[in-house]
């Protein structure tokens, strides 16, 4: 298994509607999760941390699931503004790098 | 407005050119990084610099030098390069040693390489 593993994509969905990716993640003894956001030819940026059970901020929801080793992130009520690449990150043991995954590339249409 | 500037944002070079990208942080940090974005791949981290000591080397080739002369500026000096290095050249920053509890790494907008 790949230490993070993202399905590329793209999630195509009509403005309003409610999406959600996953993550998976290889080091079983990892304790905090983030997603990512990265705009079309732009840096990334935080977007959501996940700790213990999960994050809810807005329309954004941040869910672990440590038996299965995965992450998720929902978008409710997705807006034409949420379009992007959405990056799950994964602190290695000693917490001084971060191991990013491949990205979910979204597209909110009108 | 980012924390962390670039330059150059876009650069050509031959393979047999030195160039070098620069980055400033504004952001009081202590930990500054390189990463590497190629398309259709994941960001792969390059160097590492905690308190201008190089803490990490993710096995990147001796054609990419990075120097840190303080806490504020990081360089990615380039030699040799093959079209197959070019790509998004990111840094980023954090505060020291607390980058993987938070998780939070302040990106700078990039320099795009061309390798020719």
């Known amino acids: 298994r790949k230490e993070v593993e993202q399905d590329p994509g793209p999630f195509n969905v009509p403005e309003g509607a409610t999406v959600a990716f996953n993550c998976t993640y290889s080091?079983?003894?990892?304790?905090?999760f983030f997603w990512y956001r990265q705009d079309c030819r732009k840096e990334p940026k935080l977007l959501m941390s996940?700790?213990?059970s999960g994050n809810e901020d807005g329309r954004f929801t941040a869910q672990l699931n440590r038996a299965s080793q995965y992450i998720s992130l929902l978008i409710r009520d997705s807006k034409l503004s949420d379009s992007a690449t959405y990056l799950c990150?994964?602190?290695?043991?000693?917490?001084?790098?971060?191991?990013f995954g491949g990205g979910t590339r979204l597209m909110v249409k009108p | 407005e980012t924390g962390v500037t670039q330059t150059p944002r876009h650069l050509v070079m031959g393979m047999t050119n030195k160039k070098s990208l620069k980055c400033e942080q504004h952001?009081?940090?202590?930990?500054m990084y390189w990463y590497k974005q190629s398309a259709k791949k994941p960001l792969e981290l390059m160097f590492v610099?905690?308190?201008?000591?190089?803490?990490e080397n993710n096995s990147v080739p001796s054609r990419f030098s990075p120097e840190c002369p303080n806490s504020s500026h990081l360089f990615l000096h380039l030699h040799t390069l093959q079209p197959e290095d070019s790509a998004l050249y990111l840094c980023?920053?954090?505060?020291?040693?607390?980058?993987?509890?938070?998780?939070?790494?302040?990106f700078g907008e990039g320099s795009r390489l061309t390798v020719l």
């Open positions: 980023a920053s954090s505060q020291a040693a607390i980058a993987g509890a938070t998780g939070e790494l302040f």
């Open positions: 080091n079983s003894a990892s304790q905090s």
């Open positions: 996940v700790y213990s």
């Open positions: 990150v994964v602190p290695n043991n000693a917490g001084n790098m971060l191991t």
């Open positions: 952001l009081g940090h202590n930990a």
């Open positions: 610099y905690n308190f201008k000591e190089q803490t």
